[in-house]
């Protein structure tokens, strides 16, 4: 079955580590997506990309990094530099044509500080 | 800015009985609306979407929504609530269109409703 695959599940990250999350998609779509959730409010754009080794920051940015090398894949990474990294992280894919198209959400990665 | 407001943070619904969860939204042109649910600890699950013609939209599990323009509206409804409903819910609004606007099918959220049904 197409789907989009986040992992790990959980994660936990040190003082001063940066660590990488997962997002692996096999629906053939272009576009895709990195959302931070906290709880009461909502999900918060962090980056998306619309085409391979192409990427745009969305509203909260700073302290993350991502990738974008291959149309399945586009890879997350919290660095030191994020100072509450604590939350869940959605991502998601769509196709990208005229506008209106929904996202389609994997599982989320669960971030938590050691 | 396109912007999505839910006002109900919470609400309490008993099992069997109608379901209405609200949701305003801000967008300068016709927008693509879109309403999702959440399991704990799970992705989200497109519910129904809404680009144009029927104002009356008809999603999976039994719920349908109204886009009414005049109230900037895409309210939620369900005839009769089901224990398994219980989960948070968003309303999202989308760009049109990307040739013009640039930015890809961004979706912007509002902050979510959680649902409890009372057995």
């Known amino acids: 079955d197409g789907g989009i695959t986040q992992s790990p599940k959980y994660l936990f990250r040190k003082e001063g580590q940066n660590v990488t999350l997962s997002c692996e998609q096999n629906?053939?779509?272009?576009?895709m997506y990195w959302y931070r959730q906290d709880p009461g409010q909502g999900l918060r754009l962090i980056y998306y990309?619309?085409?391979?080794?192409?990427?745009q920051k969305g509203d909260i940015a700073e302290g993350y990094s991502v990738s974008r090398e291959k149309k399945e894949s586009f890879p997350l990474t919290v660095t030191s530099a994020q100072k509450n990294p604590t939350a869940f992280y959605l991502c998601a894919s769509s196709i990208q044509r005229q506008g209106g198209q929904p996202q389609h959400f994997g599982d989320g990665t669960r971030l938590s500080i050691l | 800015a396109q912007s999505v407001t839910q006002p109900d943070i919470h609400i309490t619904v008993s099992e069997g009985a109608s379901l209405e969860l609200r949701c305003n939204y801000s967008y300068g042109a016709t927008p693509y609306l879109f309403w999702y649910v959440q399991s704990p600890g799970q992705g989200l699950q497109l519910l129904l979407k809404?680009?144009?013609?029927?104002?009356l939209v008809q999603g999976i599990k039994g719920f349908e929504a109204e886009f009414k323009r005049s109230q900037s509206s895409f309210n939620l409804r369900k005839p009769s609530v089901h224990w398994s409903d219980a989960a948070e819910y968003f309303c999202a609004v989308g760009e049109g269109d990307i040739i013009l606007t640039g930015g890809g099918n961004k979706l912007t959220f509002g902050t979510g409703t959680q649902l409890k049904v009372e057995l």
């Open positions: 809404y680009f144009s013609g029927d104002t």
């Open positions: 990309s619309q085409i391979v080794n192409d990427f």
């Open positions: 629906l053939n779509h272009d576009a």
